[in-house]
T-cell receptor
Framework: GENVEQHPSTLSVQEGDSAVIKCTYSDSASNYFPWYKQELGKRPQLIIDIRSNVGEKKDQRIAVTLNKTAKHFSLHITETQPEDSAVYFC???????????FGTGTRLQVFP | ETGVTQTPRHLVMGMTNKKSLKCEQH?????MYWYKQSAKKPLELMFVYNFKEQTENNSVPSRFSPECPNSSHLFLHLHTLQPEDSALYLC?????????????FGSGTQLSVL
């Protein structure tokens, strides 16, 4: 069946450094790739998404890149801050369904 | 506040109990979802409703029974659960088809089955 693999499972960085989280997906027809951030004890919230007709999207310190040929996409956070500490989930759509398949999450810790 | 409200926030139940989880969205969305979140596992889609019609049932055991009386309300009825069903149950809504739309999540119900 369709799946999404996410790496690393944990990531620790110093404040100000960059963080990169990578995901690969199996369904070549997937066309929507969102990223959700879940702070401890809170609900997941969408931080950025990308559709298959573009290769990169940026929103201030956050960017997502998509390589459709290799079927992988990545989240890039620059100038990390302690408030970026959270679990980040990637996801990929299943073509022509209401389904999103999520990755297992990456726990990011940003140390001051 | 995202406009998706779930009750109760916490629930402890025995394996023979019957309980219900409630979700309400105030965003005017057409689709609603139940997700299960267990430790060290991906978010698992359980059910999807589009315009009150169930469009996805992700091979969920029959001890979980969803109900969607209208586009704003979603219930998950629980009976004869197992300890492995203990998890955070998240409700979400979206404007259109969830595979391509932003999901708005509720705060979840933390369920413990004894």
């Amino acid at each position: 069946g369709e799946n999404v693999e996410q790496h690393p499972s944990t990531l620790s960085v110093q404040e100000g450094d960059s963080a990169v989280i990578k995901c690969t997906y199996s369904d070549s027809a997937s066309n929507y790739f969102p990223w959700y951030k879940q702070e401890l004890g809170k609900r997941p919230q969408l931080i950025i998404d990308i559709r298959s007709n573009v290769g990169e999207k940026k929103d201030q310190r956050i960017a997502v890149t998509l390589n459709k040929t290799a079927k992988h996409f990545s989240l890039h956070i620059t100038e990390t801050q302690p408030e970026d500490s959270a679990v980040y989930f990637c996801a990929a759509s299943i073509y022509n369904t209401d389904k999103l398949i999520f990755g297992t999450g990456t726990r990011l810790q940003v140390f001051p | 506040e995202t406009g998706v409200t779930q009750t109760p926030r916490h629930l402890v139940m025995g394996m023979t109990n019957k309980k219900s989880l409630k979700c309400e969205q105030h965003l005017g969305h057409n689709a609603m979802y139940w997700y299960k979140q267990s430790a060290k596992k991906p978010l698992e889609l359980m059910f999807v409703y589009n315009f009150k019609e169930q469009t996805e049932n992700n091979s969920v055991p029959s001890r979980f029974s969803p109900e969607c009386p209208n586009s704003s309300h979603l219930f998950l009825h629980l009976h004869t659960l197992q300890p492995e069903d203990s998890a955070l149950y998240l409700c979400a809504s979206s404007q259109g088809q969830g595979g391509n739309e932003k999901l708005f999540f509720g705060s979840g119900t933390q369920l413990s089955v004894l």
